[in-house]
């Protein structure tokens, strides 16, 4: 099982990017997946994640209204689409899946990772 970040780049602050993740070697159908962020010299925190059906999504409030999650079963990725960019919004993102059929704040509780994407927001 492999999951693919990328999407990741420098864009000024009030801007736009798409990042995508893309799973190899498994479905995301059924299952949960959200992505992450860690900024540095800060803990890695929950940015947004769709339910194993798509009918439940969540936001961190700091993103809420800003981001959007989706995703395609039938191509096997996710997507995050960023408008309005922070400088705060500066991280490496990651996407993960969780063998369950519902979201979770905690991210011990997924199993697999992607490698992580570079979002820098800045002037």
């Known amino acids: 099982v492999q999951l693919q970040a990328s999407g990741g780049g420098l864009v000024q602050p009030g801007g736009s990017l798409r990042l995508s993740c893309a799973a190899s070697?498994?479905?995301?159908?059924?299952?949960?997946t959200a992505w992450f962020r860690q900024a540095p010299g800060k803990e890695r925190e929950g940015v947004s994640c769709?339910?194993?059906?798509?009918?439940?999504?969540y936001y961190a409030d700091s993103v809420r209204g800003r981001f959007t999650i989706s995703r395609d079963n039938a191509e096997n990725t996710m997507y995050l689409q960023m408008n309005s960019l922070k400088p705060e919004d500066t991280a490496v993102y990651y996407c993960?899946?969780?063998?369950?059929?519902?979201?979770?704040?905690?991210?011990?509780?997924?199993?697999?990772w992607g490698q992580g994407t570079q979002v820098t927001v800045s002037s």
């Open positions: 993960a899946l969780r063998r369950s059929y519902y979201c979770s704040d905690y991210e011990s509780t997924y199993d697999y």
């Open positions: 769709i339910s194993g059906s798509g009918g439940s999504i």
């Open positions: 070697g498994f479905t995301f159908r059924g299952y949960a």
